[in-house]
């Protein structure tokens, strides 16, 4: 053959598709036909493929041809080919036989070689227990009967303890190891010996314990650590010291009965840790191989919860909230005090019955009872009539409501009520508070008919915005107690705390601005009114031959008369700064307002003047040619100016007394001018 690989045959040039497309792997007529239907038309493509099919055929005759010999000897080399197959066939399958029998044989032998070894090495093991269940007999019979007679001193008997705690240590051994082999007797045998053995350990620990026998004591540790019996040693501690001793301290009649209540009862509990069980924590936490002793709470701890618990579960109601602050209060000192005996305080925390006593605790509802108290006191207030809010300075403040918030916040975070474990809670209540403080604020402003017959709406505004200022003065003390009372986490985050609180002042603050706005308004509206006897002026001269004007029209006292009084009153207690600024306000608006007005006036006048001049120049040319006769003096239109531009001099120097500049009053400056102005061109053109 000629090799592997076959290339077809190359056609004519003018075919209208490439050939090598058929020896791709994805060939596929459909593609073929899409691929070239732009190429020619479907009858040129099929006279291609026509003519393209005959050279394919003219190449496959001239390949048979030129291999043909070896198809002939292929032919001849395949005769008789599954006759020499199967003549090897059968040889094979012999073999095959063989061999899988030889592996059976070689199996069974090894397994029995296994068997024998499995029970050579069962019958060396019951040799073995054998000999130590022999050993162990005898070992028991002699434990029992030292522990039984043992009746030496306590130092002799914590030798023979110490000694056969190892005897009983290596029966426990040889019992779990050779537990198949051992009778149930022989195991009932072992285990009254560990319990006779720990029975006269107790009674050397008790009375070690009793004599404070801080050697002893240690020894004693020591075999029950040995004996890997330390659970059973805090059992020991828990039902022979602690449950006599706490059950007759713990008790409902003692809390009732004891003078101090809770507190002397915690006390005397800490008194017994102090005088009894302090000794058994030095010496475990003195030595590192007592280390897994925890007589503090899996003795101690555990049996006063349980018995607080139940003894004493009195004191978990929240009913009367003060009594329950006290007694939560003093149950965290006691904790406290506890806590120090502890190698790691966050141990008893994370404890079980540590955190069940804490959840018996209800402080959601202490809580509640504290907000509803607060609340309603504070809602009490802001309901009350406004004649009704007056107080006699208390606090510096005028207002029932403004004492009454700061009251409740400096009650919230007082020692009698505040809970550290409700920090959240106490701050959330502080915002509150702060937030219906400004509710009533607002309920003041926008009340459409104000109803108090001692003050004036706008007296009564000032008295809100002094005591929203003096508020505002005790917000860093207020901040400050807060962080003081925060634990640990919320005191690394003082900045978030600030934050919360600025929010409250800026809601003040904008009560401020809005307080500022009515008041200014208020002023404004007694004091606009005269501005418009503005217009009155030109009757006061024309035709009437007074004289020429020095000084102001009353009307401009009387605009003054409001914002004078309001500064004479609060210039003190809002402050010079302050009381400015109010003024400003007031002034820019009624300045606003007479410039709009002396403008009417001086344009009526021009006009009048230009009307009176017009006719006067008609009668002249009308008359005898005779010239009239020049009107000496300042014109009536002349005194009207002259008395506007005295009123606005008087206007400008009166707000100059209250410390407030020209520039600083919007118009003003315009003002001036603009009557200077009138007053001289008119002036003039009389000269």
């Known amino acids: 053959m000629g090799g592997d690989t076959f290339n077809l045959p190359v056609g004519p040039s003018d075919l209208c598709f490439d050939t090598s497309e058929f020896m791709k792997e994805s060939f596929s007529a459909d593609e073929f036909l899409h691929n070239y239907r732009n190429a020619a038309s479907l009858e040129q493509m099929r006279d291609d493929l026509g003519m393209y099919l005959k050279v394919l055929r003219n190449s496959m005759i001239e390949l048979i041809n030129a291999d043909y010999q070896d198809f002939v000897n292929l032919s001849a080399e395949l005769v008789d080919l599954d006759k020499r197959i199967e003549d090897i066939r059968s040889p094979i399958v012999q073999l095959r036989s063989d061999i899988l029998e030889v ?48 009746n030496e001193n306590q130092d002799s008997l914590l030798n023979l303890l110490e000694r ?70 805090e059992v020991t501690y828990r039902q022979f010291v602690v449950i006599p001793k706490m059950s007759n301290i713990i008790t409902e009649s003692n809390l009732q009965n004891d003078p101090q209540g809770l507190v002397g009862i915690y006390a005397k509990i800490i008194e017994f840790l102090e005088t009894k069980l302090s000794i058994l924590l030095s010496i475990t936490s003195s ?7 925890d007589f503090l709470i899996n003795s101690f701890w555990t049996e006063v919860e349980q018995r ?67 609340g309603a006191l504070i809602e009490t207030v802001c309901s009350k009539n406004l004649n009704e809010l007056f107080i006699s300075d208390q606090n510096n403040f005028k207002l029932e409501p403004f004492s009454c918030t700061i009251n409740s916040i400096t009650t919230s975070w007082s020692e009698d009520v505040y809970l550290p474990q409700l920090f959240n809670r106490f701050f959330k209540l502080t915002l509150q508070l702060i937030s219906r403080l400004c509710t009533w604020i607002d309920q003041v402003l926008e009340t459409d008919k104000f109803e108090c017959d001692n ?106 008369a409001a914002t004078k009084e309001f500064h004479e009153k609060y210039n003190k207690s809002i402050g010079m ?63 009207i100016r002259l008395q506007l531009q005295v009123d606005v001099i008087y206007w400008t120097n009166e707000i100059e007394t209250f410390g407030i500049t020209k520039s600083q009053v919007k118009k003003l400056v315009e003002l001036i001018k603009f009557v200077e102005d009138a007053t001289k061109i008119h002036v003039a053109d009389d000269k």
């Open 103 to 150: 592996k059976s044989m070689l199996s069974g032998t090894m397994n029995e070689i296994s068997e024998c070894l499995e029970k050579k090495r069962e019958i060396r093991m019951k040799q073995i227990a054998s000999e130590e269940i022999r050993r162990l007999t005898e070992k028991i019979g002699k434990v029992k009967d030292q522990l039984s007679s043992a």
């Open 308 to 374: 607080i618990e139940l003894s004493m579960n009195s004191i978990f109601a929240p009913g009367n909230p003060d009594q329950f602050h006290k007694k939560f209060t003093s149950t965290l000192s006691f904790l406290d005090s506890i806590q120090k005996y502890a190698k790691d305080s966050s141990v008893i925390k994370d404890h079980a019955q540590y955190k069940s006593f804490m959840d018996k605790w209800n402080l959601s509802v202490y809580f509640l009872i504290r907000f509803q108290k607060i």
């Open 577 to 639: 700064e302050k009381v400015s600024q109010f003024l400003i306000n007031i002034f820019t608006e009624l300045t606003d307002q007479y410039y709009n007005a002396i403008t009417e006036v001086l344009t009526s006048v021009q006009k009048t003047e230009e009307s009176l001049r017009r006719l006067k120049n008609l009668r002249e040319k009308g008359g005898s040619g005779t010239a009239a006769a020049t009107r000496q003096g300042m014109s009536d239109d002349d005194k």
């Open 287 to 293: 030595n590192p191989n007592f280390k897994d002793f």
């Open 455 to 560: 003050v004036s709406q706008s007296t009564y505004l000032i008295m809100i915005y002094l005591d929203i200022v003096t508020l505002m003065k005790e917000f860093p003390k207020i901040l400050e107690t807060i962080v003081k009372k925060a634990s640990k986490p919320f005191v690394a985050q003082r900045q978030l705390l600030e934050n919360c609180f600025n929010e409250s002042k800026k809601s003040l603050c904008t009560r401020l601005t809005q307080i500022e706005l009515k008041v200014a308004q208020d002023l404004i509206a007694n004091s606009a009114p005269y501005l418009k006897q503005v217009n009155d002026i030109p009757r006061l001269y024309r035709k009437t031959n007074r004289e020429i004007p020095t000084k102001n029209c009353a009307y401009v006292d009387h605009t003054l």
């Open 164 to 233: 056969l705690s190892l005897d009983v240590v290596q029966l426990e051994f040889v019992v779990k190891l050779h537990e198949k082999h051992i009778s149930e007797s022989m195991k009932k045998d072992a285990n009254e010996i560990k319990s006779l053995l720990l029975e006269k350990l107790k009674e050397c620990f008790l009375h070690s314990i009793e004599h404070h026998d801080k050697k002893s004591i240690g020894r004693c540790l020591k075999i029950y650590l040995m004996l890997n019996e330390i659970r059973n040693a």
